[in-house]
């Protein structure tokens, strides 16, 4: 899927926003990472066994 090949690249939202924390450290930042991981291991699940992504990637809207 596209968004897959975003994550093979380490371009979509959940390793940037685990990059991000890098840089970070002064904050409390594990659940944060936790749930990055979390949606990138479900990710990846999801899409070996449908070929299909995430409902939450799928139906994501940008709300003005």
Do not use: Q
Request: charged letters at 35%; aromatic letters at 10%.
């Amino acid at each position: 899927t596209p968004f897959d090949m975003r994550v093979l690249n380490k371009m979509d939202r959940f390793s940037l926003a685990l990059l991000a924390i890098k840089f970070l450290k002064s904050f409390d930042t594990a659940k944060l990472e936790e749930y990055c991981l979390m949606m990138l291991d479900k990710h990846r699940k999801t899409v070996y066994d449908t070929g299909i992504d995430l409902d939450v990637i799928r139906n994501w809207k940008l709300e003005a």
